[in-house]
């Protein structure tokens, strides 16, 4: 699915991902935790392509196909679907709409036929359902006026909808309460399907408690320090970030 | 960002083709001599001529105005040719069948729907080519509503008292430079006339184009809405490439009789230039209309093209309870320099105003509002609600806005909203990474800023408006 050879990237001069490597079978769910600084949203970043973060060295391949060579738009087309931590605001493009637009440009990279208006509406009510959004929220501009939580589940509305290979959570649980964050992991674990693969970039081990983890990964200074099973997420919680900054330096 | 944005609004003109129709094009140069062959050409009355006349004599005491945000080299008016008509006139075609096969195709190519698709679509069409109307379809369905929609130089001789009544008395001959010019050398235009109490039964558009090398190009149009009707008025523009910059200098004048309702929509897509700024159409534009007792004008416009756009349509709310509306969208890309907004004038008693405009400037474009809300003493109890928000793509493009308030009743409510915003990275990015292109994401990001707007537009038009507004920025986006 993704295999991350000495990855290298740096951000407006400095260097933050320092020969990373990592490999995501299909179905496999990896935890990114790591203190503040640690590089852990830049390799969404970097994974997904946004101008401003610059790979220096090192390969990344996604279903085969050299990732880094990709276009961002086809990147996504191909699969790779990044949650963000901050959902920006489109004012005036009603969510319908940018929905479907990316829904089509998906389906079209797959070799799928359009989904008809009236069957992509029904489609996206019920999806904003199971992420308990009122699909009034449809008609309303993408994010435009949403609160923190509304934001965080309409990106998993669009994960949803748009049926990825890999999904990268960044933080999505920055700024949730308990009620969200059960909304947002349930979204998440009906995707779990043994094909599907996530990318969950956490700082806090509570997200864990919600969708399990098949392997922890620490990111200290921009590379991978320490990896384990579930219960190194509890570790760290306990522990901190500290002692494994060390091991890494 | 801003190097995506360049290589996106970056597209060639689709507009910008010439078509080889002979033209009986008037050598360049305008004295007292042109103004009276044109009018000859167009076997006018005498009163028209002595209009035009006293026109031309204002025009020569004028000068041009400087006042406007918008930077151009001066206009050698004496180079410019004041008339052409397109050869095939003189055989005057009586049907579709008799014109000219080129310009049939033209108008394909222009997508304009001149067969029978326009009766399904409901709209009537009064194609300009140049300086005189080749084809007028659907007026004796008009008629028999009593609806009078035809060429202004026609209406002239056909209904000479409704065009002498009406005529200047919304924009008068001296009212600025441009319209003084354009009284005196008006070309063609339409003429529309809705009885008292009369519902227009079907839309009216006119397509203008400019063909012919070198010429200016002078509409007028007049529009009398009678107690108590109603009109939608759709006017659609485009222009094939060229080098040389032409002048474009219009007139538009309505008149909303007591509780009448005028509703006047534009699409301005003349060829605005190159990458590098050569060559596109100056446009220098007079509209206005005057509203009286319970009436209600309305303008809704989209301007993407042009290079220098200087345009205010404007209302005069002399009776009261009158109301005016101003919706505009006005796009700027490379080099396009766009001054435009709205007057409105508030006599009457609780008569109300809204404008909202949107300014998108792309590229080295500069795009300008400028908006009047003038509120007299007598107009007791008025309202007028202005948003003015500009949207910028790129680092290198400007926004201005100069918004005049007078107020002399201090009954009156005025209120002014403002916003600039950018299309940031962080939106471009999100749509990407939704699978969407650059360019259709700024399409649709622009797009959305724009609604409020679009849905003033009559239905056919606000697609158009819509596939305008991604044609225009194609390479804007970096």
Known sequence: MLEIHNLNARVEGADILRNLSLS?????????????????????????????????????????????????????????????????????????????ASVDARRKHLGLPDLSSFDFMKLAR??????????????????????????????????????????????????LDIDALQVVAAGVNAMRDGKRSFIVVTHYQRLLDYIVPDFVHVLAAGRIVKTGGKDLALELEAKGYAWLEDEGA | MTEQVENLIRKDYSAGFHTNIESDTLKPGLDEGVVRFISAKKEEPEWMLEWRLKAFRAWQEMEEPTWAHVHYPTINFQALSYYSAPKSMADKPKSLAEVDPELLDMYAKLGIPLHEQEALAGVAVDAVIDSVSVVTTYRAKLEEAGVIFCPISEAIKRFP???????GTVVPQKDNFYAALNSAVFSDGSFVYIPKGTRCPMELSTYFRINEMNTGQFERTLIVADEGSYVSYLEGCTAPMR????????????????????????????????????????????????????????????????????????????????????????????????????????????????????????????????????????????????QCDSLLIGDRCGAHTFPYIESKNSSAQIEHEATTSKVSDDQLFLCQQRGLDAEKAVSMIVNGFCREVFKELPMEFAVEAGKLLEVSLEGSVG
């Open chain 1, 24 to 100: 995501v079978k299909p179905g496999e769910v990896h935890a990114i935790m790591g203190p503040n600084g640690a590089g852990k949203s830049t390799l969404g970043n970097v994974l997904s392509g946004r101008p401003g973060y610059e790979v220096t060295s090192g390969e990344v391949l996604f279903n085969s196909k050299n990732l880094l060579e990709l276009e961002i738009e086809e990147r996504a087309r191909e699969g790779l679907f990044l949650a963000f931590q901050y959902p920006v605001e489109i004012p005036g493009v009603t969510n319908m709409e940018f929905l479907k």
């Open chain 1, 126 to 175: 019920e999806t904003s359902k199971k992420v308990s959004l009122d699909p009034a929220f449809l008609k309303r501009g993408v994010n435009e006026g949403f609160s923190g939580g509304e934001k965080k589940r309409n990106e998993i509305m669009q994960m949803m909808l748009l049926e990825p290979n890999l999904c990268i959570l960044d933080e999505t649980d920055s700024g």
């Open chain 2, 243 to 386: 080098d040389e910059n032409q002048l474009h200098a219009a007139v538009v004048e309505l008149v909303a009789l007591d509780d009448a309702q005028i509703k006047y929509s534009t699409v301005q897509n003349w060829y605005p230039g190159d990458k590098e700024g050569k060559g596109g159409i100056y446009n220098f534009v007079t509209k206005r209309g005057i509203c009286h007792r319970n009436a209600r004008i309305s303008w809704t416009q989209v301007e993407t093209g042009s290079a220098i756009t200087w345009k205010y349509p404007s209302c005069i709310l002399k009776g009261d309870n009158s109301v005016g509306e101003f919706y505009s969208v006005a796009l700027t890309n490379n080099f396009q320099q766009a001054d435009t907004g709205t007057k409105m004038i508030h006599i009457g008693k609780n008569t109300r105003s809204t404008i909202v405009a949107k300014g998108i400037s792309a590229g080295r474009s500069q795009s300008a509002y400028r908006g009047l809300v003038r509120i007299n003493a007598g107009a007791e109890g008025a309202r007028n609600y202005t």
């Open chain 2, 161 to 167: 008292e409704l065009v002498r009544k009406y005529l």
